[in-house]
């Protein structure tokens, strides 16, 4: 069977590794902990492209096949969607944090 959007098959999908973007404000920890496991990982402070716009960020991992590691908060600012969580322990210290750096959260 053949994915209609991607032209790969199913059995490419199950042995392909995932490809990934990683954004700034993940650690470099992470990214070593995914090259570690054989995963192709660009950062972007590999590419020097540490101050690219966040909408720029998101064509590039679009057009490389990327899987876009981010801040989640800063990703639904900007994708436009909705927050939903049963993360009571420390999601609101983390709304209160993108709220007082002059983010927001649609809905």
């Known amino acids: 069977m053949v994915d209609s959007r991607t032209g790969l098959s199913i059995q490419n999908c199950l042995t392909t590794k ?8 993940i650690s470099l920890r992470t990214v070593s902990c995914l090259r570690g496991d054989g995963y192709d990982v660009v950062h ?3 590419e020097g492209l540490q101050r690219l716009p966040d909408n ?9 096949g990327r899987i876009l590691l981010t801040d989640v908060l800063c990703y639904l600012q900007l994708s ?6 049963d993360n009571r322990a420390s999601m609101p210290t983390h709304l209160e944090a993108h709220w007082s750096e002059g983010g927001y959260i649609w809905g």
């Open 18 to 25: 995932m490809k990934f973007l990683v954004d700034m404000g």
């Open 44 to 46: 972007l402070r590999d």
């Open 56 to 64: 720029e960020i998101l064509i590039k991992a679009r057009i490389e």
């Open 80 to 85: 436009q969607r909705l927050l939903v969580t």
